[in-house]
């Protein structure tokens, strides 16, 4: 078991940009570090969902330069695996250019190894020394590192690729853990919370306020979150679901557009923490909600986050921040307006049998449109379960007596019926 405390900063991290591209380069900056001199050449294998996921999204401190391969030739001259996820925050544009000449004298190969999940091995070479670093699994779980073709650095993987925390004696995986727990089990941490983890829980939230109001002010990838504000006009100020909406989406369109502010992520995705996290706080301030009762409620909907996406898997056919974080921040809508564990299950059984077919189809900025999305599902979902409402027989891939296995179905659906997604989404993208 493991407590509230430690899911919160192994589940709950900043990141500087996508987290695929970051991985990417966390990978490349590891291997880099174990050279001598600067990396002459670069050789990056990737799994489908890295490649899928990286290829056309915006990376921070590249003046809206896209793709892994800008990512990993970047992390080459300026970036630093201590800082995880934000690898590049320390980006010049001096180091842009030679990137770029690195990309361009043929310097750097950047391949999928046809497989799913998370996998990044970078190797990195100066006249006879290498370096080699592997990512598994999660996002910035570095698994392997080799210098000169010997190994100074192995963790054992978990069979499913979680996080790991510390308890006492015992290294535990917290997703794998997740699956052992029923709901209720799970979101009662959130009632246990310190000082410090509610401290914890307003940087996330701060960070991504402060992430979104830059969407708005600069117009920013999409513009959607301007669009559905300005769209509202005068009733904005009253329209919740609107705020609600526009709020998450400008978070999105900056990030997706390669905004260099970094966002507190969820379940390993810095578009899951917006949506787990900017719904539930918009919903408390207008409800009047103090600070502790907005940071536990934002807690209970990473927790709800993390029920349904420890069963669907850290990358995915089917769009997480929509489906998983969206389920995840109507629990926690649910939870700040005073409602029920019962009425928080109802609420996400909503949006799993809404959402659930919506399928990723990379980062990009329309990313932003599948977060508004989630967002705004995720708020009418709740409003519906606070009233009593909610689907009253089982249908689709909703079980109403049995909420695990409604996720269970859900994940099935994504883990087994879109199997073969990520293969036609990577070939259509690169036959273009």
């Given at each position: 078991?493991?407590?509230?405390t430690?899911?919160?900063?192994?589940e709950?991290?900043?990141?500087?940009?996508?987290?695929e591209?970051?991985?990417?380069?966390?990978?490349?900056?590891?291997?880099?570090e174990?050279?001598?001199?600067?990396?002459?050449?670069?050789e990056?294998?990737?799994?489908?969902?890295?490649?899928?996921?990286?290829?056309?999204?915006?990376v921070p401190?590249?003046?809206?330069?896209?793709?892994?391969?800008i990512?990993?030739?970047?992390?080459?001259?300026c970036?630093?695996?201590?800082?995880s996820?934000?690898?590049?925050?320390?980006?010049?544009?001096?180091?842009?250019d030679?990137?770029?000449?690195?990309?361009a004298?043929?310097k750097l190969?950047?391949?999928?190894?046809?497989?799913?999940?998370?996998?990044?091995?970078?190797?990195?070479?100066h006249?006879?020394d290498?370096?080699?670093?592997?990512?598994?699994?999660t996002?910035?779980?570095?698994?392997?590192?080799?210098?000169?073709?010997k190994?100074?650095?192995?963790?054992?993987?978990?069979?499913d690729?979680?996080?790991?925390?510390?308890?006492?004696?015992?290294?535990v995986?917290?997703?794998?853990?997740?699956?052992k727990?029923?709901?209720?089990?799970?979101?009662?941490l959130?009632?246990?919370?310190?000082?410090?983890?509610?401290?914890?829980?307003?940087?996330?939230i701060?960070?991504?306020?402060?992430?979104?109001r830059?969407?708005f002010?600069?117009?920013?990838?999409l513009g959607?979150?301007?669009?559905v504000r300005?769209?509202?006009g005068?009733?904005?100020?009253?329209?919740?679901?609107?705020?609600?909406k526009?709020?998450?989406?400008a978070?999105?369109?900056?990030?997706?557009?390669?905004?260099?502010?970094?966002?507190?992520?969820?379940?390993?995705?810095?578009?899951?923490?917006?949506?787990a996290?900017?719904?539930?706080?918009?919903v408390?301030?207008?409800?009047?909600?103090?600070?502790?009762?907005?940071?536990?409620?934002?807690a209970?909907?990473?927790?709800?986050?993390?029920?349904?996406?420890?069963?669907m898997?850290?990358?995915?056919?089917?769009?997480?921040c929509?489906v998983?974080?969206?389920?995840?921040a109507?629990?926690?809508i649910?939870?700040?307006?005073?409602?029920?564990?019962?009425?928080?299950?109802?609420?996400?059984?909503?949006?799993l049998?809404?959402?659930?077919?919506?399928?990723?189809?990379?980062?990009?900025?329309s990313?932003?449109?599948?977060?508004g999305?989630?967002?705004t599902?995720?708020f009418?979902?709740?409003?519906?379960a606070l009233?009593?409402?909610?689907?009253?027989?089982s249908?689709?891939?909703?079980?109403?007596?049995n909420?695990t296995?409604?996720?269970?179905?859900?994940a099935?659906?994504?883990l087994?019926?879109m199997?073969?997604?990520?293969?036609?989404?990577?070939?259509i993208?690169?036959?273009?």
């Amino acid at each position: 078991m493991f407590t509230i405390t430690e899911f919160l900063h192994q589940e709950v991290k900043p990141a500087l940009g996508c987290t695929e591209p970051g991985a990417v380069a966390l990978a490349v900056a590891k291997a880099c570090e174990q050279l001598d001199g600067l990396a002459e050449k670069l050789e990056v294998v990737v799994s489908d969902n890295i490649f899928k996921n990286g290829i056309a999204v915006g990376v921070p401190g590249t003046g809206g330069e896209r793709g892994n391969e800008i990512a990993a030739a970047l992390a080459v001259f300026c970036g630093h695996s201590a800082y995880s996820l934000e690898v590049l925050k320390d980006a010049t544009p001096e180091d842009l250019d030679n990137a770029k000449d690195f990309i361009a004298e043929g310097k750097l190969t950047l391949t999928a190894n046809g497989k799913g999940g998370v996998y990044v091995e970078a190797t990195a070479y100066h006249g006879a020394d290498t370096g080699t670093a592997v990512i598994e699994q999660t996002h910035a779980n570095i698994t392997l590192v080799k210098k000169n073709g010997k190994v100074v650095f192995q963790a054992v993987p978990h069979c499913d690729g979680a996080v790991t925390a510390k308890t006492g004696e015992n290294t535990v995986s917290i997703p794998d853990e997740v699956k052992k727990m029923d709901f209720e089990e799970l979101v009662a941490l959130a009632g246990t919370m310190s000082k410090e983890d509610i401290d914890y829980v307003w940087e996330g939230i701060d960070m991504n306020l402060r992430i979104s109001r830059y969407g708005f002010e600069h117009h920013s990838g999409l513009g959607l979150g301007c669009t559905v504000r300005d769209a509202a006009g005068a009733n904005y100020e009253h329209d919740l679901a609107a705020q609600v909406k526009a709020i998450s989406a400008a978070a999105s369109d900056a990030r997706m557009a390669g905004v260099s502010l970094p966002v507190m992520s969820s379940a390993g995705s810095g578009n899951h923490g917006i949506t787990a996290i900017l719904p539930v706080y918009v919903v408390g301030k207008a409800k009047g909600k103090t600070r502790e009762e907005i940071a536990r409620a934002v807690a209970y909907s990473h927790l709800a986050t993390s029920f349904v996406k420890s069963r669907m898997g850290r990358l995915s056919p089917v769009c997480g921040c929509a489906v998983a974080a969206g389920a995840g921040a109507a629990a926690g809508i649910v939870n700040v307006s005073g409602g029920s564990d019962t009425q928080a299950k109802k609420a996400m059984e909503l949006v799993l049998g809404n959402i659930t077919g919506m399928l990723c189809d990379g980062a990009k900025e329309s990313c932003a449109l599948k977060v508004g999305t989630g967002a705004t599902e995720a708020f009418y979902a709740a409003q519906i379960a606070l009233a009593g409402g909610g689907m009253a027989v089982s249908q689709g891939v909703v079980d109403v007596n049995n909420f695990t296995q409604t996720a269970e179905n859900a994940a099935r659906l994504n883990l087994e019926g879109m199997k073969d997604v990520d293969h036609t989404i990577i070939d259509i993208i690169t036959h273009r």
